[in-house]
Nanobody
Framework: QVQLVESGGESVQTGGSLRLSCAAS????????MGWFRQAPGKEREFVAG???????TTSDSVKGRFTISRDNAKNTVYLQMNSLKPEDTAVYYC?????????????????WGQGTQVTVSS
């Protein structure tokens, strides 16, 4: 059974940093496209960043220059380094994996999801 488990979410002040991790188990995702999404209360789930197996990354405009996605294929883990956090970054953050295919920002095109980890940024 495939499981994605996120960790690292917590409450921080504006300008702070966090590193989220997402560990996969049940199968190897070393060749799969992996992404991070977030969902704030009352809002739709939005794409944050994605990474190919060869570590080509795509980052949304709202976090570009502040967030960095990376992966460790040997550990079957994807990370999201978040710097210069703002209150508008407050959301539940989810990692997701595609069974096949490359970059997409559409949540429906991802096949596996974690349970989410809460990030709260206070001013």
């Amino acid at each position: 059974q495939v499981q994605l488990v996120e960790s690292g979410g917590e409450s921080v002040q504006t300008g702070g940093s966090l590193r989220l991790s997402c560990a996969a188990s049940g199968r190897t995702f070393s060749t799969n496209y992996m992404g991070w999404f977030r969902q704030a209360p009352g809002k739709e789930r939005e794409f944050v960043a994605g990474i190919t197996w060869s570590r080509i990354t795509t980052t949304s405009d709202s976090v570009k220059g502040r967030f960095t996605i990376s992966r460790d294929n040997a550990k079957n883990t994807v990370y999201l380094q978040m710097n210069s956090l703002k209150p508008e970054d407050t959301a539940v953050y989810y990692c997701a994996v595609r069974s096949a295919g490359w970059h997409t920002t559409h949540p429906d095109e991802y096949d596996y999801w974690g349970q989410g980890t809460q990030v709260t940024v206070s001013s």
